[in-house]
């Protein structure tokens, strides 16, 4: 059985950074997009970032524009969010996904696997 577990969370000051890991345990051939999401108290959860199955392709959102990348080892079947220049704002649990296909999706319909998330909390 596939798993997701996401680290890297944790707490920092307005203007610092961070990086998120998200390891796919359990099944050694992940021909499968990934991406990250975020949700904070009381909003939907919305699109991070996500990166195609070979590490070529990379879709980022309109929250992590010019902050944040992604990248992934495909040895290692981890991917990872590079977040820089935090805000309070980007305060919120970050959700590692494997979608159906190979391509990055901006659309949470197109992910079927999900990690329990990690916090991220931006103080001022």
């Known amino acids: 059985q596939v798993q997701l577990v996401e680290s890297g969370g944790g707490s920092v000051q307005d203007g610092g950074s961070l990086r998120l890991s998200c390891v796919a345990s359990?099944?050694?051939?992940?021909?499968?997009?990934m991406g990250w999401f975020r949700q904070s108290p009381g909003k939907e959860r919305e699109f991070v970032a996500a990166i195609g199955w070979s590490g070529a392709s990379t879709r980022i959102g309109d929250v992590a524009k010019g902050r944040f990348s992604v990248s992934r080892d495909t040895g290692k079947n981890t991917i990872f969010l590079h977040m820089s220049n935090l805000k309070p704002e980007d305060t919120a649990m970050y959700y590692c996904?494997?979608?159906?296909?190979?391509?990055?999706?901006?659309?949470?319909?197109?992910?079927?696997?999900w990690g329990p998330g990690v916090q991220v909390t931006v103080s001022s």
């Open positions: 359990g099944r050694t051939d992940r021909r499968y997009a």
């Open positions: 996904a494997e979608a159906f296909g190979g391509s990055p999706s901006e659309d949470f319909f197109e992910y079927n696997l």
